[in-house]
DNA sequence: TTGTAAGCGTTATCAC
DNA sequence: GTGATAACGCTTACAA
């Protein structure tokens, strides 16, 4: 037993173990086994083992200039929506021998720029971002620095930068397609502050423009809710009702975070779904198949979302160097109960 | 502007930028200030800010023998309970300068043991390991490498490591007594098949013991479901509804998952809650809220219990050789809908 | 206070 | 087929 030592075993100890030079040893590593004879093969194969030896990334990637780090941002890691895609990436990511750091920047910008930097440090092939908006200057200098860049979801202007996500124009239509159809006569979009979310814009705009090609006449019923204020919420939403009484009304939320802050007040007014309003979200939480018995929502390929983002960001540290992409998935319709079909009167 | 050329900007560059040696340069990025003029010290600063100059993290940690970064794996992502720790553990460390390498387990032992290998390949400065109960050798391992290791929520046996988790005797009686003190008669614990996670037999030796406690006739109630197969849940979940019918009973869940299918199985059996049977569950997801008008929960300190793990494991890197530690957190109970008080007849 | 030089664990370029 | 040897970007004796 000499395990103790293992934490140094380097590329020179298994040489000597093995009898040979660390070149061989080098050799073996990178699997040129052609230019190794089998006699050698075997008893290195044999030191490695032994002696349990792990080759050390950071010299590694310090020589050939390669971190075999890949960085993903996400912007909150408490959305499932978020732990979804990144099952997606990790399970890639992993498969082709790199690993990702991720990091949360819970929407903020300040703790976005400094994990930019520590990723920079790093030196990380790539990066995957989910982002706030708000550091388009440290997105562009990776840009320059040549640091391949994927835009998940949240698209930035200007910049020429791959972008994966989900095609928000036909999600938000198909669901809002649905609702007229469904015979709702008013219907409020509810969603977190669009500012510099490009996600929100489309969403919303999708919205508006849709319901205008119904020539309908909610289509000015956009809510923009903090969702850390539940007061904020709460005021909006009870605007939202009494502007609506005694009409066959719905609700469609741009995430399920803002879903799951309605219903919660919702419950405190004692307003029942869906006899009071109709109730529909975007993405698909675990939660939505039990709460009033299911609740419709647009569900995204999340975990697909996530794999696609990944083979992109590897292909292009591949050196792939096609013209910026956008790949935009479609949206899947989950009926359920809380958007009955209304009689018309 | 110059920027292009960032991506290779080293030590070097900045000090013959800034007119001095690299040695100066790293004497700046270490702080020691007092080995500097203030004169080179603001001709460094300035080159390194003009030049947008970030240390590489690999060329540092290979020759200080610190990569700066802190491996977690957990085991599953998905989990609520899992993401709440990672803000935790996440602020800690980048507050500290490390950088978190989080790897999802899936529950797979054969994932966690690759991931294991990649992680020490990077040179971990320290492992958090929510584990499988599948890789006590592995661990063990690291143990002999002197890389610092704490153990979340679940232990292993026989090795000395530093645990921080919940204390789950304490936290199940807790979650018993109540349900006992509101006269419900028949007590059920759902659990995931306890196998190798520590965590899941004591809660359920600490379910049989309270009840035992009690003389509560109940005390043989519980069962093992796999959630991956909903088919063996309901088999489960349709046993004890059979075995218990016509007194007042309650199920107690293990976590949050087996919350939620068993909540998607009354709701097909068309069951009501409280009503037919009350509800409680350990984790306090956010949904709890909202379904039922609100269930019954026993809650972890999640954030807290991230935070202290990394705390613990940056004091043990920093070379702290106290004996092995156990953290173990309180439960908090949260009195909802699901489990009224019932009057005894 | 500053600089020179060796070395961390690899890979790659040469020779043999 | 195989093995010295020089980098990679940094830190740290040791000199000056």
């Given amino acids: 037993m000499v395990k103790q030592e293992n934490a140094k075993v380097t590329i020179y100890d298994v040489a000597r173990e093995a009898g040979v030079s660390k070149t061989s040893v080098s050799r073996y590593l990178g699997g040129r086994y052609d230019e190794l004879s089998d006699k050698t093969r075997k008893k290195i194969e044999l030191a490695i083992t032994k002696m349990e030896y ?82 388009h200057d440290m997105l562009k200098q990776m840009q320059e620095q040549k640091t391949p860049v994927i835009l998940l979801d949240r698209k930035v202007p200007d910049l020429e930068i791959d ?28 969603s977190e502050p669009a500012s510099k979310v490009s996600t929100r814009h489309e969403r919303r705009q999708s919205f508006q423009q849709t319901l205008m090609s119904h020539s309908h006449p909610s289509s000015g019923d956009v809510y923009e809710v903090n969702v850390d204020d539940l007061k904020d919420v709460e005021s909006k939403l009870q605007h939202f009702l009494d502007d609506s009484k005694g009409v066959p009304r719905a609700i469609l939320t741009a995430n399920s975070v803002v879903l799951l802050k309605l219903i919660l007040l919702l419950q405190e007014k004692k307003l029942s ?73």
């Avoid at 010299?59 to 979804?84: E, H």
């Avoid at 099952?87 to 920047?105: F, K, V």
């Avoid at 928000?168 to 409020?188: C, D, H, K, P």
């Avoid at 083979?311 to 792939?320: F, H, S």
């Fill in 273 to 345: 779904v869906p006899e009071d309003l109709a109730m529909m979200g975007f993405d698909n939480p675990d939660w939505s198949t039990i709460v009033y018995s299911g609740i419709t929502t647009i569900e995204q390929p999340t975990y697909q979302i996530g794999v696609a983002a990944m083979e992109m960001i590897l292909r292009r540290i591949d050196g792939q160097a096609s013209p910026a992409q956008t790949m935009a998935y479609q949206a899947k319709l989950n009926i359920r109960e809380t958007t009955p079909f209304i009689q018309k009167s």
């Fill in 54 to 135: 792990r080759p050390n990334t950071m010299a590694r990637g310090l020589k050939s200039n390669k971190s075999y780090l890949i960085g993903i941002i996400v912007a909150d890691i408490n959305n499932p929506y978020t732990t979804a895609i990144l099952r997606g990436a990790e399970d890639i990511c992993s498969q082709n021998g790199y690993n990702l750091m991720i990091c949360n920047s819970d929407n903020n910008p300040e703790k976005e720029r400094g994990y930019f930097d520590m990723l920079l440090s790093h030196r990380i092939d790539g990066l995957i971002i989910h982002t706030t908006g708000g550091n």
């Fill in 163 to 190: 972008t994966v996500g989900l095609d928000n124009f036909q999600a938000t239509s198909q669901a809002v397609n649905y609702l007229v159809g469904q015979n709702y006569e008013r219907i409020a979009f509810f």
